[in-house]
């Protein structure tokens, strides 16, 4: 599949804002089964300059500062990506096998899946996490099939409910309340994930915003989304989304990744001025003809 995905984000200001500093992660990134074609920036007012890197998690990142005064600003991302469906995948060993191999793990691979099994800014290591998982994850079940059930059950048991929360909200007041938005159903399979020794990552990016004919429109389209990616040993780390409740495919576009929503913030940055505040986003994930 292509699609062509467009982020918008407006931000009107009080008061004039005499110069502002912003680090954002707008340009999806490149993984196996995600390849950009396309990709632009543009920013009002306009910047003196831009710098792209990486971030230590491999996502681009643009940061850029606006020295003309101003009472607003408008960011608009566009890309076009071309994703393939993931690959057949077994259910994988048997999750506390797998924990334990990644405990004796020194390759490259195994390294670099460990640092996601730890404690994070907004997803700390808790008893009541594990408390929650532990029926999905009996002593010799294979991994993916304990990792579908857990995001089956926090589907069912947790409302969607914008508003309940926001970015502050800690994950145990979540886990508490059952109810939230898709960055905080995320943060706890992370939380489950990560407190029964299991390495997981948090993700970023965008649905495909229009079902096809006859299906059913998923939560999260028309905005950023968020779900999760847990590591499999040999089969890799494979995407499940605990929103909607399925494995992720190819209608799922993969803007970031990292420990959690703290790493993979779309924008983020200091300014000068302004006082309060409204930001308004429109985001549209489009299919493309395959000649297009």
């Given at each position: 599949?292509?699609?062509?995905?467009?982020?918008?984000?407006?931000?009107?200001?009080?008061?004039?804002?005499?110069?502002?500093?912003?680090?954002?992660?707008?340009?999806?990134?490149?993984?196996?089964?995600?390849?950009?074609?396309?990709?632009?920036?543009?920013?009002?007012?306009?910047?003196?300059?831009?710098h792209r890197e990486c971030d230590y998690f491999g996502?681009?990142?643009?940061?850029?500062?606006?020295?003309?005064?101003?009472?607003?600003?408008?960011?608009?991302?566009?890309?076009?990506?071309?994703?393939?469906?993931?690959?057949?995948?077994?259910?994988?060993?048997?999750?506390?096998?797998?924990?334990?191999?990644?405990?004796?793990?020194?390759?490259?691979?195994?390294?670099?899946?460990?640092?996601?099994?730890?404690?994070?800014?907004?997803?700390?290591?808790?008893?009541?996490?594990?408390?929650?998982?532990?029926?999905?994850?009996?002593?010799?079940?294979?991994?993916?099939?304990?990792?579908?059930?857990?995001?089956?059950?926090?589907?069912?048991?947790?409302?969607?409910?914008?508003?309940?929360?926001?970015?502050?909200?800690?994950?145990?007041?979540?886990?508490?309340?059952?109810?939230?938005?898709?960055?905080?159903?995320?943060?706890?399979?992370i939380a489950c994930l990560r407190a029964l020794g299991?390495?997981?990552?948090?993700?970023?990016?965008?649905?495909?915003?229009?079902?096809?004919?006859?299906?059913?429109?998923?939560?999260?389209?028309?905005?950023?989304?968020?779900?999760?990616?847990?590591?499999?040993?040999?089969?890799?780390?494979?995407?499940?989304?605990p929103t909607n409740d399925l494995l992720v495919s190819?209608?799922?576009?993969?803007?970031?990744?990292?420990?959690?929503?703290?790493?993979?913030?779309?924008?983020?940055?200091?300014?000068?001025?302004?006082?309060?505040?409204?930001?308004?986003?429109?985001?549209?994930?489009?299919?493309?003809?395959?000649?297009?």
């Amino acid at each position: 599949m292509r699609y062509r995905v467009t982020h918008e984000t407006a931000y009107a200001y009080d008061e004039l804002v005499s110069i502002c500093h912003n680090e954002i992660r707008l340009e999806p990134r490149e993984t196996a089964r995600q390849r950009r074609l396309a990709s632009s920036l543009s920013i009002e007012p306009e910047p003196g300059e831009t710098h792209r890197e990486c971030d230590y998690f491999g996502n681009p990142t643009h940061s850029f500062t606006v020295e003309d005064p101003h009472h607003r600003m408008v960011l608009v991302a566009a890309s076009e990506i071309e994703l393939s469906p993931p690959p057949e995948r077994g259910d994988g060993p048997a999750w506390d096998d797998l924990r334990s191999a990644l405990a004796a793990d020194r390759s490259r691979d195994g390294l670099a899946a460990r640092e996601l099994g730890f404690a994070s800014p907004l997803v700390p290591i808790a008893d009541a996490f594990a408390a929650y998982a532990a029926s999905c994850f009996p002593q010799g079940r294979a991994i993916l099939p304990a990792v579908v059930e857990l995001t089956h059950r926090i589907h069912a048991d947790f409302a969607y409910r914008p508003g309940a929360t926001s970015v502050e909200t800690p994950v145990g007041d979540v886990l508490e309340a059952r109810e939230g938005v898709c960055q905080d159903f995320a943060h706890v399979e992370i939380a489950c994930l990560r407190a029964l020794g299991l390495p997981a990552r948090y993700v970023s990016g965008y649905l495909h915003t229009r079902p096809a004919a006859g299906g059913a429109r998923l939560v999260g389209a028309d905005a950023s989304h968020a779900w999760v990616s847990v590591y499999c040993g040999a089969a890799g780390w494979v995407d499940v989304d605990p929103t909607n409740d399925l494995l992720v495919s190819d209608g799922h576009v993969t803007l970031a990744w990292g420990r959690d929503y703290a790493d993979v913030s779309p924008i983020k940055g200091v300014l000068l001025g302004g006082r309060e505040h409204t930001v308004e986003v429109a985001v549209e994930v489009a299919p493309l003809l395959a000649n297009n």
